[in-house]
């Protein structure tokens, strides 16, 4: 047991250490960002999955040896999966300390924009909240009753189909998780502070869900209102990221829109 256990440890480590350069090879991810982000998240849990049963299989093989083995033997096993148990125990410590700033900041700026609405609007799976701000702002906030923030500024600077492209996109972040995947990802680098890989991870799954959102957004409602929103905003706030988002949605070819009726967003929205 204590040799696999061992193993299981290795291919975490190995797992941890080359999973951030091969995800990044190539330009696949741009194209398929939420297998990416599958592909990404797949790697995370499997290390962490085999840490647990490098766990199981020292503390399993402590209890068994200290019946069936030579008494030496007994207590170096039952010492190993003592150790394996507090090295365990303190690291879920310090991821639990670790993430409580990363929640603490999540749930802040959350209050702080429900404190300012202006309305709020009850949609199926969500609720659209305005608020008044010369920031031009749109944001998801997931929960028991998710919702949809959206800025006065936003408003007046996008047309109607622009603005339901926006709300489209929001809507993509609450219902495909990615949420949890950007709290996960702000963890782990949190964890590992000095080290690439937990950097990497949350650079990419800041990229990837956005990337995501937009796909699922352009063929929800139409690729050429979400395309010219972000353009609109990359011209008021000078995020030349948002100008490559919409080159990328541009240079794509999408099916026939679906839209979002049943949520009621598009005839409120365009009614305006």
């Known amino acids: 047991m204590l040799l696999t256990a061992l193993a299981c440890v290795a291919c975490a480590a190995l797992i941890a250490y080359f999973a951030p350069s091969l995800m990044t090879v190539g330009r696949w991810q741009l194209l398929h960002p939420r297998t990416a982000l599958a592909a990404w998240f797949g790697a995370f849990f499997l290390g962490m ?103 006065s500024a936003m408003e007046r600077a996008l047309t ?18 990615h949420g949890f995947a950007v709290l996960v990802a702000k963890i782990n680098a949190a964890c590992l502070p000095g080290l690439n890989q937990g950097r990497s991870l949350n650079r990419a799954t800041t990229l990837l869900v956005e990337l995501a959102a937009d796909d699922a957004a352009a063929r929800q409602v139409g690729a050429v209102f979400l395309a010219n929103a972000l353009v609109t905003l990359a011209r008021n706030s000078g995020d030349q990221s948002m100008q490559l988002r919409a080159d990328r949605l541009a240079g794509k070819q999408w099916p026939r829109r679906r839209g979002i009726g049943r949520h009621d967003t598009e005839r409120k929205l365009l009614a305006r």
Do not use: K, N
Request: aromatic share 8%.
């Open 49 to 151: 999955a085999l840490c647990v049963a490098a766990l199981m299989l020292s503390v399993g093989g402590a209890v068994s040896a200290s019946v069936s083995t030579p008494v030496l033997d007994a207590i170096l096993l039952t010492l190993g999966g003592w150790v394996s148990l507090a090295l365990f125990g303190a690291l879920a410590f310090f991821v639990v300390s670790s993430a409580a700033p990363v929640v603490a900041s999540e749930r802040m700026s959350s209050a702080t924009l429900a404190s300012v609405a202006t309305s709020r609007e009850e949609f199926a799976g969500y609720t659209l909240v305005r608020f008044d701000s010369s920031d031009e702002i749109a944001y998801a906030v997931p929960g028991r009753r998710p919702a949809i923030f959206l800025s």
């Open 160 to 177: 109607p189909p622009q603005l339901l492209a926006v709300v489209a996109h929001e809507y993509a972040h609450l219902r495909q998780h």
